[in-house]
T-cell receptor, first 111, second 112 residues
Framework: QQQVKQSPQSLIVQKGGIPIINCAYENTAFDYFPWYQQFPGKGPALLIA?????SEKKEGRFTISFNKSAKQFSLHIMDSQPGDSATYFCAAVGNFNKFYFGSGTKLNVKP | DAGVTQSPTHLIKTRGQQVTLRCSPKSGHDTVSWYQQALGQGPQFIFQYYEEEERQRGNFPDRFSGHQFPNYSSELNVNALLLGDSALYLC???????????FGQGTRLTVV
């Protein structure tokens, strides 16, 4: 049973475009929703995170939109750059910091 | 601050063997979690250690066991290795009750 569903599986955008990655969850007990960026051969790096009491959070070029009633959240990358090409994972966190990850989205930003 | 460090970075083992992976948490962190990441998949929670005890466990068999030492570092042991155990094993550290977790670079385990 997959706790967090992530889409799309892969995404190709041109430099300057705004890729959007979506995630959905079922368990209303989740109370922390981070996004991680992972480059090949590296561990995931925390990008941005949100709690369900806010609907949007921006950090630099990264924005999380959160819809509590729909149990969905998404990552937007403004003015995307080739250096943003990586795999992105959403996660939902419940009791005792147990992370449930989505299946990942491989982003390719073309120059 | 060295962040979360894991050793070794790569490992090749034969089916049926046993393996031990090591993790040093970020300075000041007291909680260590282990994850298995198969190729092309998201990390899957194995278990979590706090105060030298296993606090939570994911859906992994007893072949997977762990330990946390008084300095908060941790080991992951896998017995009777199967080909399907080939994966990137990630360690994440955090502070108790603080959801912000930092991951190490992982140990790539290949079982042949």
């Amino acid at each position: 049973q997959q706790q967090v569903k992530q889409s799309p599986q892969s995404l190709i955008v041109q430099k300057g475009g705004i890729p959007i990655i979506n995630c959905a969850y079922e368990n209303t007990a989740f109370d922390y929703f981070p996004w991680y960026q992972q480059f090949p051969g590296k561990g995931p790096a925390l990008l941005i995170a949100i709690r369900p009491d806010v609907s949007e959070k921006k950090e630099g070029r990264f924005t999380i939109s959160f819809n509590k009633s729909a149990k969905q959240f998404s990552l937007h990358i403004m003015d995307s750059q080739p250096g943003d090409s990586a795999t992105y994972f959403c996660a939902a966190v419940g009791n005792f910091n147990k992370f449930y990850f989505g299946s990942g989205t491989k982003l390719n930003v073309k120059p | 601050d060295a962040g979360v460090t894991q050793s070794p970075t790569h490992l090749i083992k034969t089916r049926g063997q046993q393996v031990t992976l090591r993790c040093s948490p970020k300075s000041g962190h007291d909680t260590v979690s282990w994850y298995q990441q198969a190729l092309g998949q998201g990390p899957q929670f194995i278990f979590q250690y706090y105060e030298e005890e296993e606090r939570q466990r994911g859906n992994f068999p007893d072949r997977f066991s762990g330990h946390q030492f008084p300095n908060y570092s941790s080991e992951l042991n896998v017995n009777a290795l199967l080909l399907g155990d080939s994966a990137l094993y990630l360690c994440a550290s955090s502070l108790q009750w603080n959801t912000e977790a930092f991951f190490g670079q992982g140990t790539r385990l290949t079982v042949v």
